[in-house]
């Protein structure tokens, strides 16, 4: 889920792939907001710095992937990321 500043929000099923840079989207949030529209879906697309959608790549690079490989497991990750610990403050 992203939120802008004025509170609007997006709420989709991604995927990253550490090995190659990408991103795809599996599914968003339905109209009626009660389940997943999968007619959105698209394949996996390079991740692209400084774009619109540029949270894929401080996802990427602060949190899920280093060398191209995952950062932990999906446990791990997510404690980072819920207590803001990006790869860079992991660093000793």
């Known amino acids: ?5 004025s509170s609007a ?3 989709n099923y991604e995927g990253i792939r ?10 968003g949030l339905n ?5 997943w529209d999968t007619t959105v879906t698209n ?4 991740i692209e ?4 959608n540029s949270y ?5 690079q602060d949190y899920l992937c280093a060398n191209k490989m995952p ?3 999906a446990k791990q990750i997510l404690e980072n990321i819920r207590y803001k610990r990006t790869a860079t403050s992991l660093v000793h």
């Open 18 to 27: 550490c090995d190659t840079y990408e991103w795809r989207l599996y599914a």
């Open 56 to 60: 894929h790549a401080a996802l990427y």
């Open 9 to 11: 929000r997006n709420v």
């Open 1 to 5: 889920m992203v939120t802008s500043p």
């Open 31 to 35: 109209s009626d907001h009660d389940g």
């Open 49 to 52: 710095n400084g774009t619109l």
């Open 43 to 46: 394949g996996f697309t390079r």
């Open 71 to 73: 950062t932990g497991n």
